[in-house]
């Protein structure tokens, strides 16, 4: 049975389902069933255009690792690495900074799983951030992986705020404002949003967030986290599909389109600051590369072949340029409290 028929019978049968819901139970079948990545799949990221992205990526955790003294034990973490392209060009830019560390990833599709072992050889994997190991440093990366975890939608409606929730239509989904929900919980500058407004929180995303700025605390080591979004809390709807690298309709056969809200790094930060990390950033990924060298790195790469130079180019443009990822995309880092800041976050 499809997603959009289990969910239809689902939905008849015990009434409309809350966005988040709706989301999470859409991006788990579209990431178990396909690799979703590069020009022939629906969408690309930073480090399937260019070899750079992960190498800088593992610089500057091989930089912040050799300021906290070069402490033994550490464990290289992903979460959500697709192909694992990047880990393999930050684990080889690590190595030339005399870092080697045992790879752990956080991944739940079974199909990038395979992907990722023809890349990388010898890795652990886990469901999630709670089995990741217990001691020694961690040096954790995510790109657009906080991206693809339900959010909720919020609606504001007279004096408070409903929960929106996805009914079914004939072969449509459709959203609607459902449930009042108490909106206490909320940033001050977004409670007084006005009538109509969307909110979205990802309860999913602070959790792990939480998660893994306690591991931070307790082992030592550093986070970078990269993603689109806005740097403070804002109302928006921005649940957005994609297929075939083009828009799509999110209400529209869940399942076979990529599902993405903004990440929200004000709710991010302030979640991870509670359990006691520093929370630099967010900056925006053009300056942040910028910052580590991507200039001298491209010309390098160049110099080197001469016939890609074009494309070398390219990539380094659609990397940084701000009307192209250099703006949109922000980096976060979180960062022990004995460990030094990430390079490129001031
Ligand atoms: N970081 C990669 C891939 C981004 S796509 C890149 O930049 O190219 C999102 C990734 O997160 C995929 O690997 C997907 O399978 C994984 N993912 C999505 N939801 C997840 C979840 N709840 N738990 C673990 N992995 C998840």
Redesign the pocket.
Same mark, same amino acid.
């Given at each position: 049975m499809s997603l959009t028929e289990r969910l239809r019978r689902l939905i008849a049968a015990s009434g409309p389902i809350p966005v988040g819901e709706y989301m999470a139970l859409a =991006?788990a079948h579209y990431?178990a069933t396909r690799d979703p +990545?590069g020009a022939g799949g629906d969408f690309t @990221?930073?480090? %399937?255009i260019s070899q750079m992205f992960g190498e800088l990526t593992g610089l500057c955790l091989a930089d912040a690792w050799d300021r906290a003294g070069r402490p033994e034990g550490i464990s290289y973490v992903e +979460?959500?690495?697709?192909?694992g @392209?990047?880990a393999a060009d930050a684990l080889r830019a690590m190595r030339a900074a005399e870092l080697s560390p045992p790879v752990e990833l956080? %991944?739940?599709?079974p199909t990038?799983r395979a992907q990722q072992a023809e890349r990388l050889p010898a890795v652990r994997w886990h469901d999630?951030v709670a089995t990741l190991p217990e001691a020694g440093p961690l040096l954790v990366v995510a =790109?657009?992986?906080f991206d693809? +975890?339900p959010a909720r939608q919020l609606v504001r409606a007279g004096e408070g705020w409903h929960e929106r929730v996805v009914d079914v239509e004939g072969d449509r989904f459709v959203p609607e404002a459902g449930r009042p929900m108490p909106g206490s919980a909320l940033p001050a500058h977004v409670r007084e949003a006005p009538e109509g407004s969307i909110l979205e929180v990802s309860p999913a995303a602070a959790a792990i967030v939480r998660q893994l700025a306690q591991r931070l605390v307790r082992q030592g080591g550093v986070a970078l986290i990269v993603d689109y979004g806005h740097a403070r809390t804002a109302a928006g709807d921005t649940l957005q599909a994609v297929r075939g690298h083009l828009y799509a309709d999110p209400w529209m056969e869940p399942g076979e389109n990529d599902l993405t809200v903004h990440v929200d790094f004000e709710a991010l930060g302030a979640a991870a600051e509670a359990e006691g990390v520093r929370v630099l950033g967010p900056v925006t990924q053009g300056a942040w590369l910028t910052a580590l060298g991507i200039d001298a790195r491209a010309a390098a790469l160049a110099a080197a072949a001469p016939a890609r130079a074009e494309e070398i180019e390219a990539a380094h443009a659609r990397l940084t340029a701000p009307e192209q990822m250099g703006t949109l995309f922000k980096v976060m880092a979180l960062a022990a409290p004995a460990w030094p800041d990430p390079a490129g976050l001031a």
């Open positions: =991006n990431y +990545l @990221t930073a480090p %399937e +979460l959500g690495p697709g192909r @392209t990047l956080v %991944e739940t599709s990038l999630d =790109n657009e992986f693809a +975890l």
